[in-house]
């Protein structure tokens, strides 16, 4: 499904997602939580930009622990330490693979979720990125395990995570500073959510 070559051509695209939805991405967090969503995350992007040459003699896990040390060390607000780890974890569990499967991409999701809920102990249901993570990997597990199709299976993974983020539309927030607001909280999409999907989008267009 992806070798480093692969994997270095979905973060480039991660990359220039996260400086041009960056925009967005604030909107979005500047109604229900800091302000300050997008800006972070372009910001741990780009510090990840950065390392990018020293990855072309990397491993997949190697690589994948290292975006997770440049986002806990750049990216401000919950989304640091929450997106870093969970890209820790996932390098630490495809340790001395070459070439991530969609077997593995699906563990690396799982064991994600895991430690964010671990974190920020969440639920799904609370109006953060497990609203899309969790819908996605189920989608996945599902879509794959019927045909073995990694293309399919992907695709049904992004539909359930935008399927995801429309529903953190419906609920009230109650994890972060979102929570403050209640049911006001209610009509706007959850930022994280928006995030995570977007990288998911990335890796089914070019995996």
């Known amino acids: 499904m992806?070798?480093?070559a692969k994997l270095l051509e979905i973060l480039n695209r991660v990359i220039e997602d996260m400086d041009e939805q960056k925009l967005f991405l604030t909107e979005l967090d500047n109604v229900i939580g800091d302000g300050d969503h997008g800006i972070n995350m372009d910001r741990g992007f780009q510090a990840v930009k950065n390392q990018m040459p020293s990855y072309e003699d990397l491993e997949v896990d190697a690589i994948l622990k290292d975006v997770g040390k440049q986002l806990m060390k750049v990216v401000g607000g919950s989304a640091g330490p929450l997106y870093g780890s969970a890209f820790k974890k996932a390098g630490v569990y495809l340790k001395g693979k070459s070439e991530i499967t969609m077997d593995d991409f699906i563990g690396m999701m799982d064991t994600s979720i895991?430690?964010?809920q671990k974190l920020g102990h969440a639920v799904?249901?609370?109006?953060?990125?497990?609203?899309?993570?969790f819908p996605a990997t189920r989608a996945m597990k599902e879509s794959y395990a019927a045909d073995g199709d990694y293309k399919k299976a992907l695709q049904a993974g992004v539909e359930a995570a935008e399927g995801g983020v429309e529903y953190t539309k419906t609920i009230i927030a109650t994890k972060g500073r979102a929570s403050y607001l209640g049911?006001?909280?209610i009509g706007h999409q959850d930022p994280g959510a928006t995030s995570s999907t977007l990288m998911l989008k990335d890796v089914a267009d070019l995996a």
């Not at 799904?124 to 993570?133: H, P, V």
Request: charge should be negative; glycine fraction near 6%; charged fraction near 45%.
């Open 2 to 4: 992806a070798d480093r």
């Open 114 to 116: 895991e430690q964010i």
């Open 124 to 133: 799904e249901g609370e109006k953060t990125m497990l609203d899309a993570m």
């Open 183 to 185: 049911e006001r909280s």
